[in-house]
């Protein structure tokens, strides 16, 4: 099993900055992708940004110019840096990695618990 762990959300000010980590563990072979999906009350869950082990992202529209994925594949960590929050940003976030726990076994895509992030003055 692949266990993921967020950290970074909060409270911050519109036209702030947030940094989000989530770190996956566990009975890890090898991970592909690793992202963020947001979920807002009685919105469909949408992309944020995801990252391959080489470096390759994808950013949602409504976050790209505003956002930056990283990640440190020694660490199998992500990070999102999000930069001139907006209200509209208010979500929770959730960090999701498509990863297998063999050389033989499938990837199967794990998920985070979320970390809410509010923007709000």
């Known amino acids: 099993q692949v266990q993921l762990v967020e950290s970074g959300g909060g409270l911050v000010q519109p036209g702030g900055s947030l940094r989000l980590s989530c770190a996956a563990s566990?009975?890890?072979?090898?991970?592909?992708?690793m992202g963020w999906y947001r979920q807002a009350p009685g919105k469909q869950r949408e992309l944020v940004a995801a990252?391959?082990?080489?470096?390759?992202?994808n950013y949602g529209a409504s976050v790209k110019g505003r956002s930056t994925i990283s990640r440190d594949n020694t660490k199998n960590t992500v990070y999102l840096q999000m930069n001139s929050l907006k209200p509209e940003d208010t979500a929770v976030y959730l960090c999701?990695?498509?990863?297998?726990?063999?050389?033989?076994?499938?990837?199967?895509?794990?998920w985070g618990k979320g970390t809410l992030v509010t923007v709000s003055s």
């Open positions: 566990g009975s890890i072979f090898s991970i592909t992708w």
């Open positions: 990252i391959t082990s080489g470096g390759s992202t």
């Open positions: 999701y990695a498509d990863a297998r726990t063999n050389y033989d076994s499938a990837y199967v895509i794990y």
